[in-house]
């Protein structure tokens, strides 16, 4: 009994130790901050690298790794080195999204969790609720669900208010009526058509029509009708709420039908990849794009620096691995100012109190203050806009050093003719 009774006692000891190094804190901090050592700092990112567009979310984990190399580089933040321990691939599915959350958070031991690009954000809440800071891509309404929770754009879409792109573009197009479409299969493509018509319903041009039934990968059959109402109602400019390959899709079929002289405004597939790829289909469309195109790179160092970067990783420019690149961005300086001793919610904090942030150049400014709800009253709204001429990417709707074009917000202007041209 005396011999199993040291044992116990012996194995108990030994189990108090193992625990207290396994949650020893990093040095300068008196309890342990998931994810930090004294060496280094642990992130990782959720991407739909598997997806119904096509389109290379997956190249957001390169954007973050370039960025946090160049920072390794340089030093690490607070002597420590940043790690991307691992990119998941949640399969564009809810419940996969979730689970790579769970397993970031619960099994590696992340201190931050970046970035996140996908078409599903089902773990927003879990994450929000988790305290953990989380960066990524913002094209869900899902990035409002708490204040630790930083999309690249901030945080907050205005779906249910009037998207100035739409009629703005399609005034600078000289467009006499607009067609809008979108994916009635998706709420979020759903809403952006909300969004757009309530813009042309203030500010014109008139809408010829607008159809939200289609559904990802339709037929030619599908679009039979919206090619029929573009000729019935003299539409000569279509806005969409579509992937690019919708968009090209649409188009080919109103070609075909005799129809050339419209206008197309795309919401995403600005990317040289994209470019390349399908070519003179994309010739006349237009792009709005909140980041500073890759055509303007020489107004800023920092898009330089990632131009660069992306060279060297042997992968082509693209807003996903912009957004990627940006994350990095935003959890390095919440780090900074958070201190030598930071925390989760010192980080989260930190970037709360930042009220101007262009990613060192990269995008209009960024009110952290406010950018986890609606636009606040006298706020804005600002846009870069590229066409594609002649095979290639060229910007429009600007001034020399001043790539965006900007509208008050909250309220809105009664005329968009009051645009304000900026640099950031």
Not at 63 to 78: C, E, L, M, P, T
Not at 140 to 168: C, H, R
Not at 290 to 310: C, D, G, H, N, W
Not at 317 to 341: F, T
Request: proline share 6%.
């Amino acid at each position: 009994m005396h011999v199993r009774r040291t044992f116990a006692l012996l194995a108990a000891a030994i189990t108090a130790v193992a625990t207290l190094f396994a949650t020893v804190p990093a040095a300068g901090q008196s309890t342990p901050v998931p994810g930090v050592t004294k060496d280094e700092i642990r992130v990782g990112g959720i991407a739909g690298v598997t997806n119904p567009v096509g389109r290379p979310y997956g190249d957001a984990f390169k954007g973050i790794q370039a960025y946090f190399d160049a920072v390794n580089k340089a030093g690490g933040v607070h002597g420590r080195k940043l790690k991307f321990v691992a990119g998941l691939d949640d399969q564009s599915r809810a419940s996969q999204n979730l689970l790579a959350a769970r397993s970031l958070v619960e099994e590696k031991k992340v201190f931050a969790v970046a970035p996140i690009v996908t078409n599903t954000f089902a773990s927003a809440k879990y994450l929000a609720d988790k305290g953990v800071p989380t960066f990524g891509w913002n094209i869900q309404t899902d990035w409002t669900a708490g204040p630790n929770l930083f999309g690249e754009k901030g945080s907050y879409l205005a779906v249910d208010d009037p998207i100035p792109m739409a009629a703005f573009s399609a005034q600078k197009a000289g467009a006499k009526r607009v067609g809008l479409l979108a994916y009635g299969t998706s709420p979020q493509s759903a809403k952006c058509l909300d969004g757009q018509r309530q813009a042309l319903e203030k500010w014109g041009p008139p809408i010829g029509f607008a159809d939200s039934s289609l559904a990802f990968g339709f037929s030619a059959n599908d679009v039979a009708a919206a090619v029929q109402a573009v000729k019935d109602n003299d539409v000569d400019f279509i806005a969409t709420c579509m992937d690019v390959n919708g968009v090209v899709n649409l188009a080919k079929q109103i070609r075909q039908a005799g129809i050339t002289d419209v206008g197309f405004l795309a919401p995403e597939g600005y990317d040289p990849e994209v470019l390349k790829t399908l070519g003179k289909d994309l010739e006349g469309f237009t792009f709005a794009v909140q980041f500073l195109p890759f055509e303007v790179a020489k107004e800023s160092e920092e898009m330089q620096r990632f131009l660069t970067a992306m060279k060297k990783a042997r992968i082509a420019p693209s807003e996903q691995a912009l957004a990627g690149w940006q994350n990095g961005a935003l959890l390095v300086e919440g780090i900074k100012r958070a201190g030598k001793d930071f925390t989760q919610q010192s980080v989260v904090d930190a970037i709360n109190g930042i009220t101007s942030w262009t990613a060192n150049g990269l995008r209009p400014a960024v009110n952290w203050t406010t950018a986890h709800g609606p636009t606040p009253p006298g706020g804005r709204t600002c846009s870069a806009y590229v066409q594609v001429k002649n095979g290639k990417f060229v910007p429009v709707y600007n001034e020399p050093g001043k790539p965006y074009a900007c509208f008050t917000a909250n309220p809105f202007p009664a005329s968009l003719s009051s645009v304000q041209y900026s640099a950031e």
